[in-house]
């Protein structure tokens, strides 16, 4: 059995759109997520009454749930709970809003795949980012309320950066995921990667050459990810052992004046 090279290029068009999409839909997701998620770690470390149990609710509910379980209930279930919240008791479709004669117009399935990818990313950013704003030192807290910063400056401008410095790596593992997920765009009938490679495999009777291709694709993409997390891995590392080196230089008085 031959590989058929020419189908899969005559399909490339057609498989970087779905690409594209993929990949479009990772950093919407991730970036919309870090914000969102980077917001309720704030809240949950900073202890907020009520806020915070809310923000502690919602993470625990996110990550105890299939994305694909999320999924259908942003695209079934919500337009039928908001349905109830109208006037004609009609669902409205998520993402959609009501014009001045009480017709929706809807955004569809697109809309629906940002909206819950960033929702759920973002559960699991703000725990990566609390786990990094319970590592750093109390000093830094203690340093910028000195200087008379307020709590909002000293979150975004002191603390939050060196956070994302400190959580890079797990940041990035978790984009990873989170691009390998988006192949879960197919139960709104949306094409990602994997989509669009599977109904050209399966019109053209080519499913080893396709597939092939596509597992290839991610292979290099992920790897690419994984190779860019170990370098910020090590890059801290090389940060964490020149500190403790110059913290004992100090003790035993042989740092440089």
Known sequence: MSFDFAAVVSATPYLLQGLLFSVELTLVAMIGGMLLGTFMAIIRHMGVPVAAEAVRAYVTLMRSIPLILVLFWFFFLVPLLLGHLTPTGHSIPLGGHLTPTGHSIPLGPRFTAFITFTLFESAYYAEIVRAGLKAIDKGQYEGAKALGLSTSSMYWSVVVP???????????????????????????????????????????SKLVEFYST???????????????????????????????????????????P
């Open 214 to 256: 596509v597992a290839v694709v991610y292979l290099l993409i992920c790897s690419i990810g994984s190779e860019l997390s170990e370098r910020f891995r090590k890059k801290q590392g090389q940060r964490s052992s020149n500190g403790r080196l110059e913290r004992a230089k100090r003790m035993f008085g042989l740092a440089r």
């Open 162 to 204: 060196q956070v994302l410095r400190a959580t890079a790596p797990i940041i990035v593992s978790q984009t990873i995921i989170l691009f390998q997920d988006t192949a879960l765009v197919y139960v709104l009938s949306l094409t990602d990667f994997l989509g669009a490679a599977a109904k050209i495999a399966q019109r053209d």
